[in-house]
Antibody
């Protein structure tokens, strides 16, 4: 069973960059999975941010593409999210999750989530 | 506004059956992409409930069933119990977004 754990600052100032890392355990990040980020604003629904494969292939939600970057560190078995020029609208719980074989498939394992608040 | 449309809430008495609908379009469900369902209990991360339209992961009871037809899908919960009070989300792939899309979520309340 893949275990995922998000980490990063819980408070980010407006216009700055949000950075989160997802540590993967009990499974190699260079396996058949795609690794994704999903967010959930307080009291609202889920929004896919983007996904990455260890080959370096990435895909991003068009609504966030200009501000998002996802990278992978195979030596640390983790992957990271960067979201630039944040505003209060980016306040959300950020989840990392895995998809088997393709971004077309379901998210079968989820981290517990990390609340990030954008405020001065 | 979510790409997939779900009712905001459904409710039922203990033991009853409830159905949650998920309506998409020709770029997602109607294009043949699978529908998946997640259960989110209060204060927790979403958990995979149904994948590939109608398959249950190990450990999910058979009181949860998924169906897909045309541009829509549905999740049925039979024998409703207090522990089923949660938010339920449908998810598919959209070829206009070129990525996963979610429904807005449905809050299930046990009366």
């Amino acid at each position: 069973q893949v275990q995922l754990q998000e980490s990063g600052p819980g408070l980010v100032k407006p216009s700055e960059t949000l950075s989160l890392t997802c540590a993967v355990s009990e499974y190699s990040i260079t396996s058949v999975y795609y690794w994704g980020w999903i967010r959930q604003p307080p009291g609202k629904g889920l929004e896919w941010i983007g996904s990455i494969h260890h080959s370096g292939s990435t895909s991003y939600n068009p609504s966030l593409k200009s501000r998002v970057s996802i990278s992978i560190d195979t030596s640390k078995n983790d992957f990271s999210l960067r979201l630039t020029s944040v505003t209060a609208a980016d306040t959300a719980v950020y989840y990392c999750a895995s998809q088997l074989y393709s971004t077309i498939n379901h998210f079968d394992n989820w981290g517990q989530g990390a609340l990030v608040t954008v405020s001065s | 506004q979510s790409v997939l449309t779900q009712p905001p809430s459904v409710s039922g008495a203990p033991g009853q059956r409830v159905t949650i609908s998920c309506t998409g379009s020709s770029s997602n469900i109607g294009a043949g992409y699978d529908v998946n369902w997640y259960q989110q209990l209060p204060g927790t991360a979403p958990k995979l409930l149904i994948y590939g339209n109608r398959n249950r992961p190990s450990g999910v009871p058979d009181r949860f069933s998924g169906f897909k037809s045309g541009t829509s899908a549905s999740l049925v919960i039979t024998g409703l119990q207090a522990e089923h009070e949660a938010d339920y989300y449908c998810q598919s792939y959209d070829n206009r977004v070129s990525g996963p899309v979610f429904g807005g979520g449905t809050r299930v309340t046990v009366l």
